[in-house]
């Protein structure tokens, strides 16, 4: 009968719809006066755009979003700052150090970071 294999299949399907989801969201704003937000771990980019703009404050933009990864930000003397994301957090607060010297910051330091869920 088809009818047993129908109820088996929309109860799976329901299971799947009422399972917990991913939180796998995250983003970086920054604002040149050192404000830094962060947010990972999130289940959808609005909510995590909406975290990183509450923990950071007034004057600051949206530097990226990423999903599945490690991000760190860097802030340095002179409004310098750096960003990166990559597969592990040091390899992203290194990538982050660098990227502030080279926007110009002096004593550059990892002001924010963190992983996000893998999936």
């Keep these: 009968m088809k009818f047993p294999r129908i109820i088996a299949i929309l109860a799976m399907m329901a299971e799947l719809l009422s399972a917990n989801p991913v939180f796998a969201e995250g983003a970086i704003a920054a604002a040149r006066d050192g404000q830094v937000g962060l947010s990972y771990n999130y ?27 490690c991000a760190a930000v860097a802030t340095g003397e ?36 963190g992983c996000d869920e893998r999936g």
Excluded: I, Q
């Excluded at 750096?82 to 990538?95: I, Q, S």
């Design 78 to 113: 002179r409004g310098g700052y750096g960003w990166a994301t990559r597969e592990n957090l040091r390899r992203a607060e290194e990538a982050a150090l660098e990227s502030c010297h080279a926007e110009g910051g002096r004593r550059c330091r990892v002001a924010a970071r």
């Design 43 to 69: 289940p959808g980019r609005r909510s995590a755009e909406e975290r990183a703009f509450e923990e950071c404050g007034r004057g600051c933009r949206l530097l990226t979003t990423f999903r599945r990864t």
